[in-house]
């Protein structure tokens, strides 16, 4: 079994275009910024951003993708990690209280919910976008490149391998994520992913 990391992370700088976008305003009104506002407010201090990550060798007969002791058949997969000898798969999560937060507001402010569920997208996709750069940035420095980031439920790699990632991550003791028998992570805001790594 590879050794499973563990980083935490300071918040990425929100984007408020990218967070309007997920909550389908694009051309927002003053109240709509206003309730923007008073989101941001509500869920700074209410966020983790954690990682928990190891690097595997990889093979390739094929379609099928061997990743440390995570073996599937996705073209998709395959195509991405065309050329790569090793992949680094990880879990990234922003922490359960988010999660309240949107229940919370869920019945007695819709509209504040839906505001606090783009927060919560555009704050995942920064944190894996935060990692995902790291990653570039240290194996530039090796004369290597990555192929983008790819997770399970993408064109054609079963949703199901999450439960692999599961196993191979140890994500509940590593960052307290947990998989249900439907492949619902909780926290919600939550992502796994395969990043390649090849040669430059």
Known sequence: MPAVNVKNYQAP????????????????????????????????????YRVCFTQAPVTREGDTVNIGFIKTNSKNLAKRL????????????????????ILKYGAAAPSKALMLQAI??????????????EIAQKSEERNRKIAPRFSPGYGDLP??????????????????????DSMLMSPSKSVTAIIGLKNA
Do not use: H, W
Not at 82 to 88: H, I, K, M, T
């Open 13 to 48: 700088p929100f984007d408020r275009n990218e967070i309007l976008r997920y909550a389908g305003a694009r051309s927002p009104s003053p109240e709509i910024e206003n309730l923007l506002d008073e989101c941001l407010n509500l869920v700074r201090g209410e966020t983790a």
């Open 82 to 101: 065309e050329n790569c000898d090793s992949a680094v798969v990880f879990a990234a999560t922003l922490g359960i209280k988010l999660d309240r937060l």
């Open 120 to 133: 919560g997208a555009e704050r995942i996709e920064s944190l894996c976008n935060l990692f995902e750069a």
């Open 159 to 180: 949703i199901f391998l999450q439960k692999d990632i599961f196993l191979m991550l140890d994500c509940p003791k590593s960052i307290g994520l947990t998989l249900n």
